[in-house]
Each structure stands twice: as structure tokens, then as C-alpha cells.
């Protein structure tokens, strides 16, 4: 499985921003794909993760009502729709895929991450 993120950049407090996360070398529907974020000095965390037929989503508190996962099984992409965006959500975001796993552990493949920065 290879994922590649992109959509990242610098923007101001409170606008919005996508990110996409392009998946390939096996059967996109059958995974359970997740976005985590990094931010400086800090661990990696669980963002968002949504189930190989979209049935179930899952979310970290922080961005809760603000980021939206979602999946286009025909374009085997999955993207974080990010909106109100905070200075504290400024981390390289990476996606992850994964089987038989819960939403926001036990993930197998890794994308290389996309850097957000957000100023206030």
C-alpha cells in the first residue's frame, strides 16, 4: 500500500483548508483509512478516521464539529475537510490505512505527511 498526502500549506486562523490522501497498490474499499497529526515537540495523534464503507467516522475531541473525513472509493482517495482552523491545529498531518483495525489505532501503511501551519 503506498499513501501519498497533499493539500497542506500556511493559512490564517479561522479559514479552511482540504487535505487529500492518495492510495494505492491494493483494494482501496477494504481499508480503514485514518488521519493523524505531529505537531512540533509533541506525540503523534489520532485526528479522524472513517470505516472501509464510510459506516462509521471517529474523531479526536479537539476538532470535533470543525474537520470532516471522508472517502471516494472511485478515486481511492480520502480526504480532511478542516474548517475553523486554530494555531493549534498547526502539525504535519499524515493518512493511514489499515484492516481490521479500529479508527484511530492499529493502522499498517503510512503517507509520507503534508505540513499545515496555522497563524493567528
Known amino acids: 500500500v503506498q499513501l501519498q498526502a497533499f493539500g497542506g500549506g500556511l493559512v490564517q486562523a479561522g479559514v479552511s483548508l482540504r487535505l487529500s490522501c492518495a492510495f494505492s497498490?491494493?483494494?482501496?474499499?477494504?481499508?480503514?483509512l485514518g488521519w493523524f497529526r505531529q505537531a512540533p515537540g509533541k506525540e503523534r495523534e489520532f485526528v479522524a478516521g472513517?470505516?472501509?464503507?464510510?459506516?462509521?467516522?471517529g474523531y479526536t475531541d479537539s476538532v470535533k464539529g470543525r474537520f470532516t473525513i471522508s472517502r471516494d472509493n472511485a478515486k481511492n482517495t480520502v480526504y480532511l475537510q478542516m474548517d475553523s482552523l486554530k494555531s493549534e491545529d498547526t502539525a504535519v498531518y499524515y493518512c493511514?490505512?489499515?484492516?481490521?483495525?479500529?479508527?484511530?489505532?492499529?493502522?499498517?501503511?503510512w503517507g509520507q505527511g503534508t505540513l499545515v501551519t496555522v497563524s493567528s
Open positions: 497498490g491494493r483494494t482501496f474499499s477494504s481499508y480503514t
Open positions: 493511514a490505512a489499515g484492516r481490521y483495525i479500529t479508527l484511530s489505532a492499529g493502522y499498517n501503511y
Open positions: 472513517i470505516s472501509w464503507d464510510a459506516g462509521s467516522t
